[in-house]
């Protein structure tokens, strides 16, 4: 149990081009959604918060018309990079936060790595 | 501000060496710690979550322990397949419930 997916797994853009990302809860209802940004080496920085049917809140720093994050599901997120430039790449990976037992717990999607040209 | 501290940034034993990983935090309100274990090119994996001090966990070869101020995770025995970033996170009340992650512990165990 406890599965989340994302597509694509791999995506390569040309620069001004915008690129969406999938995120899905297979096994259980998200009430919560997370967006994180990896870059090589370091830590998951968390980029936004979205609550199913209502606004993402973003965290300081990341703009929030460049990063479009729409939940209009209880099992599906998707973030879209609008305009991405080259130092949009990086390694997006989603979590899902939902109503089972083990309520606090978020469970990450396997990522997807996004290259700008 | 929340911190998460993690130490070593990385740890080479070999197969059966047991040893930790530290992870300090200074946050207000912990609401909960949680272990993550991350393979190259891969989403974190869920392992444990502590929420009071004293709380211990164990999974297989793994313990993860907790007191008010740094987490422990133990690996007993390790083998090859152990080898990945572990990464600590802390959630904390009035936060909502994102999480804060440390920067990990880059863990290889060689034959």
């Known amino acids: 149990g406890a599965v989340v997916s994302q597509h694509p797994s791999w995506v390569i853009c040309k620069s001004g081009t915008s690129v969406k990302i999938e995120c899905r809860s297979l096994?259980?209802?998200?009430?919560?959604m997370f967006w994180y940004r990896q870059f090589p080496k370091q830590s998951l920085m968390l980029m936004a918060t979205?609550?199913?049917?209502?606004?993402?809140?973003?965290e300081q720093g990341v703009e929030k018309d460049k990063f479009l994050i729409n939940h209009a599901s209880l099992t599906l997120s998707t973030l879209t990079v609008t305009s991405a430039h080259p130092e949009d790449s990086s390694f997006y990976i989603c979590?899902?936060?939902?109503?089972?037992?083990?309520?606090?717990?978020?469970?990450f999607g396997p990522g997807t790595r996004l290259t700008v040209l | 501000e929340d911190q998460v501290t993690q130490s070593p940034e990385a740890l080479r034993l070999q197969e059966g060496e047991s040893s930790s990983l530290n992870c300090s935090y200074t946050?207000?309100?912990?609401?909960?710690l949680f272990w993550y274990r991350q393979d190259p090119g891969k989403g974190p994996e869920f392992l444990f979550t502590?929420?009071?001090a004293g709380e211990e966990k164990e999974k297989e070869r793994l313990k993860a322990t907790l007191t008010k101020k740094e987490s422990f995770l133990h690996i007993t025995a390790p083998k090859p397949e152990d080898s990945a970033t572990y990464l600590c996170?802390?959630?904390?009340?009035?936060?909502?419930?994102?999480?804060?992650f440390g920067t990990g512990t880059q863990l290889k165990v060689e034959l």
């Open positions: 996170a802390v959630q904390v009340g009035g936060g909502g419930n994102k999480l804060t």
């Open positions: 979205s609550n199913e049917g209502s606004k993402a809140t973003y």
């Open positions: 979590s899902a936060r939902g109503q089972r037992d083990s309520y606090n717990e978020q469970f």
């Open positions: 096994d259980f209802q998200a009430t919560t």
């Open positions: 946050v207000s309100g912990l609401r909960g």
């Open positions: 502590l929420y009071s």
